[in-house]
C-alpha cells in the first residue's frame, strides 16, 4: 500500500515537472486577422490556428448558437439584428466579470516563475496624412510601452530576447499591419493549478455561457 502511494506521488510530482512551452501569435493586415497557438508538452506538440475569428464572433453574439450553425462566408454590417448584438454583449460583460477578476487575482500570483523566452511587438501604421500618421505611433509607442513594463511585473523575462518597433509607413494609406508573437515557458504543475482555479468558477462559466446565448 505505501508503495503504491509513493509510486503515485513520484508520478504525480514528475508530471507536474514536465517543461511546457507556448508559442502564440497574433497577425493583422488588412482583410486578415490570424491567430496561432503552439503548445508543446514535452515533445508532444499541440496547434490552435484560427483566421478571421470576429467575423464568426460576431455572428454568434447577433444570431446563432455557436454550436448549431457556421457564420456565412460575407457578413454585412446591414444584416445584423444590432439590438440583440448589444444586449448579448452587455450580458456577457456583466456575467464574466466577477470571473474574469477572481481568475486574473490568482494568475497574478502565479505567473512571476514563468519565463518569457521570445518577445516580438510589430506594429506598421500608414494612414492618409503624415501627421495623423506620426501621431498614432507615438500613441501606439505609449501603449505597448507600457503593455511591455507590465508584462515584465507579471513575468520573468531576463533572458528574453525582444523585438519592439512601431514603424510609420508614409507611402501607404489605410495601413494598420500588426504582427505579436510570444514564447512562453513554464511547468506543468503551473497548469494543474491555473486549471483547479478555473475549476471553482465552473459554475459561473456555465452562467456565461448559457446567458450569452439564449
Known sequence: MLKAIGLFFIIILGISLLPIKLFFHFYREPNLILIEANIRVWFIPIRIKLVNPMTGLFWNLSRNRPWKKKP??????????????????????????GVYLGTFQFIKKIAKPVKVKKLRIYTEIGLEDAAETAIVVGVVWGLLGNIYSQMAKFFDMGCAQNELAVIPNFKRTNLVVVDYSCIFELRMGHIIIVIYQLLKYIGQIRNLLRGVSA
Open 72 to 97: 456565412p462566408e460575407d457578413l454585412r454590417a446591414a444584416n445584423l439584428p444590432w439590438a440583440r448584438f448589444f444586449a448579448r454583449l452587455w450580458r456577457l460583460y456583466k456575467i464574466s466579470r
